[in-house]
């Protein structure tokens, strides 16, 4: 798990696998320290995750009470109709294509960034 800091001040956390994610999520194992690991305003899936794949890690937080309210997006290499009807079903928020340019990228990372961090209401869990 990395752990940054960005230029808006936002606390970002990287996990490496669903099932991870589902430890971050819970605030167990080496993820207890919530000043450490604070709860997500947001998370970001890739659909391709290692271990328990975007669509099974969904379940997690979209079937638990607590979790529930906070807003989930997928991004992906994927195409296909059936991915986005697989997300959107247990209650994904967006399923965005991951761009193919580093130019697309750091255009999308901005826009993205943007949208979910200054215009966006986040729920405060």
């Given at each position: 798990?990395k752990t940054?800091?960005n230029?808006?001040?936002?606390?970002i956390s990287?996990v490496e696998n669903?099932?991870e994610l589902?430890?971050?999520l819970?605030?167990?194992g080496?993820?207890?320290?919530?000043?450490?690991?604070?709860?997500?305003q947001i998370?970001l899936?890739?659909?391709?995750?290692?271990?328990?794949?975007?669509?099974?890690?969904?379940?997690?937080p979209?079937?638990?009470?607590v979790l529930?309210?906070?807003?989930?997006?997928?991004?992906?290499?994927s195409?296909?109709?059936?991915?986005?009807?697989?997300?959107y079903?247990?209650?994904?928020?967006n399923?965005i294509?991951?761009?193919?340019?580093?130019?697309?990228?750091?255009?999308f990372t901005?826009?993205?960034g943007?949208?979910?961090?200054e215009?966006?209401e986040?729920?405060?869990?």
């Open positions: 798990m940054v800091q230029s808006t001040q936002h606390h990287f669903g099932e589902f430890h971050y819970k605030c167990s080496h993820y207890a320290d919530e000043t450490l690991h604070p709860f997500p998370i899936l890739d659909l391709n995750i290692p271990e328990k794949n975007g669509c099974e890690t969904l379940k997690d979209k079937t638990d009470h529930k309210s906070i807003p989930v997006i997928i991004l992906t290499t195409m296909k109709e059936k991915d986005v009807i697989k997300t079903e247990p209650g994904v928020n399923f294509i991951k761009p193919v340019t580093y130019s697309g990228l750091v255009e901005r826009a993205w943007k949208y979910w961090f215009i966006a986040l729920p405060n869990v």
